[in-house]
């Protein structure tokens, strides 16, 4: 027989893979933009799950969707299609460019579906020649070997052996290195429409839009993944309807579940024919359960209330932390847009970002870092603006006790 063993942050040590060093509470319950951890200590959350839960937890829309589904079908595989499955791809179509949707069950897969597809409609199309994939600096795209090696830290893909071939990294926003360096054998470029585990870093709209043209002009993709910015987090439903440049192939994940494990691959009816029977696949892809979920959040972010309200909450974070920067004087810039926000910090924080996060816990907040120099804020797109003051309030506090 085995001991109970108490369930402390001491067991992950004892029983995890050590890839994660989480924090020291356990959380256990959510409501809203509140969590609570196993001593009742109560958080607020600016993180949300990193850009998942934009409904904040356990939203009633996202309960119901949930339990009524459970208590129908959970699984069949794709040998069946079924009714949430079709219901959500025809909603994410109606919602974007998109004309045809693959599902998976996370960011990265999602972007992997999307690689296969660029490489596949290359070669089907222009011989076998056209295989550079071009992508970003600090861009992040997953941890699937295809998808870790096309995101820009090498550090990431290193030491895992040979790594998938023909990518190039380049510099976010530098359209004359992109200039220099296209050519007709580039089959796609992949890129985040804002960066957002690199930094925190906006596309300037001369890059996008050069982005778009040069795809144009040597009949490459672009392919943006929005598994971050996507699902109102900029208060537009996708970020490139803010751009004004529409990608051939989008991956989106993350809130469009708000917490279910979801991804999908949007695309348009001439690169999806690509994609025949048997090419690709996946056992949970368009799981019941998750598309009845993701189709309750996609139902409320799409709301025009709802991503008009992500730009007014915006406008609260920036009032409250140029205050805080005010007195403590610790932030060079306030960047990024709607609910994905970042906070680079100055001179004098460099390094510093994880003592904030800690110290941000430790007074009941919450918090993310996009690298060691800037603190990271993805709340719930539905955050109150008391809980706003109230996790600012704690993140003021918090400063208070590094200065
Ligand atoms: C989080 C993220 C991913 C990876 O998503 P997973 O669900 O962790 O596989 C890919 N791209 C971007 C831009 C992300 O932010």
């Known amino acids: 027989m085995t001991m109970e063993k108490q369930i402390q942050r001491g067991l992950f040590d004892e029983v995890m893979v050590p890839c994660y060093n989480p924090m020291a509470f356990i959380p256990v319950k959510g409501q809203g933009s509140r969590v609570w951890d196993q001593q009742g200590r109560e958080y607020i959350d600016f993180a949300g799950g990193i850009a998942v839960s934009c409904l904040g937890h356990c939203h009633p829309a996202m309960v119901n969707a949930l339990t ?207 994609m025949k029977v048997g090419t690709h696949g996946s056992t949970y892809g368009g799981n019941p359960l998750a598309c009845a979920v993701g189709l309750a959040v996609v139902d409320i972010v799409s709301q025009p209330e709802t991503l008009a309200g992500v730009k007014q909450r915006e406008a609260w974070f920036r009032e409250g932390l140029t205050k805080i920067n005010d007195k403590y004087h610790v932030f060079s810039e306030i960047r990024g847009q709607g609910l994905l926000l970042g906070a680079a910090l100055n001179e004098q924080w460099q390094g510093r970002s994880r003592d904030i996060l800690l110290a941000a816990g430790e007074h009941g907040l919450m918090l993310l870092v996009a690298g060691p120099n800037v603190i990271r804020m993805t709340p719930s797109l539905l955050i109150t603006q008391q809980e706003i003051e109230q996790g600012l309030a704690k993140l003021e506090q918090a400063i208070a006790t590094l200065v």
């Open 68 to 274: 009524e589904q459970a208590n129908k079908l959970w699984h069949l595989s794709n040998v069946m299609t079924n009714e949430p499955a079709l219901q959500l791809a025809n909603k994410l179509i109606e919602l974007s460019f998109a004309e045809k949707v693959f599902f998976a069950n996370s960011g990265a897969e999602a972007n992997e579906a999307a690689l296969k597809l660029a490489r596949r409609y290359a070669a089907d199309v222009y011989g076998p020649e056209k295989t550079e994939i071009i992508a970003f600096k600090q861009g992040f795209h997953g941890r699937t070997f295809f998808t870790v090696t096309v995101g820009g830290q090498a550090a990431y893909s290193d030491g895992f052996g040979p790594k998938p071939g023909d990518i190039t990294h380049l510099p976010y926003n530098d359209i004359d290195a992109l200039q220099a360096h296209m050519s007709d054998r580039t089959c796609a470029i992949m890129m985040e429409p804002l960066q957002g585990e690199g930094g925190i870093i906006s596309p300037t709209p001369e890059f996008v839009q050069a982005v778009r043209e040069l795809c144009d002009k040597h009949n490459a993709l672009l392919i943006f993944d929005e598994v971050q910015t996507g699902n109102g987090r900029t208060g537009h439903f996708y970020a490139y309807q803010g751009l004004g440049v529409t990608p051939d192939i989008l991956s989106t994940a993350k809130s469009l579940g708000g917490g279910f494990p979801i991804g999908a691959m949007l695309t348009t009816n001439k690169l999806a024919e690509h």
